[in-house]
């Protein structure tokens, strides 16, 4: 199974790129994992709400693939603790699923388009991130959920 991570926009604090960048490597001693953050959509500014989901959700959509289980992460989305996601990868892995698409939405979430594309919602927490920390939290927590799943000591319960 190969991950993908999906996102919208830069990442514009450096702490946030070390810590992503360390996260990613440690991730792919455990399997493949690809991140691709799209530009964000020019001129925003001058763009009510709506209209930028619409057209980053055509961007998202014009990245994931067809055969693509596609999960967001989103508020909205159901809540697991370390120990579940590590299983819900776990499922993933040994169900034939080629590729798993991670999507991490812009500041203002997702459009209709992208929600309907999706099998699944998971939420990182009931709190709100910024979709900058977003990256490096989720990042983290497939690293963890790796761990889990080969008894590593990462993880303490």
Known sequence: MNIFILGIGKTDFSFVREGMSEYEKRVSRYNSCTINFIPDIKNQATLPFD???????????????????VVLLDVKGKHYSSVTFADFINKRMVSGVKRVCFVIGGAYGFSDEVYARAQEKISLSSMTFSHQ?????????????????????????
């Open 51 to 69: 209209e930028i989901k619409k057209r980053e959700g055509i961007l998202l959509l014009n990245e994931i693939q067809s055969s693509d289980y």
């Open 133 to 157: 920390m977003v990256r490096l939290i989720f990042l983290e927590q497939l690293y963890r959920a790796f761990t889990i799943l080969r008894n590593e000591p990462y993880h303490h319960e």
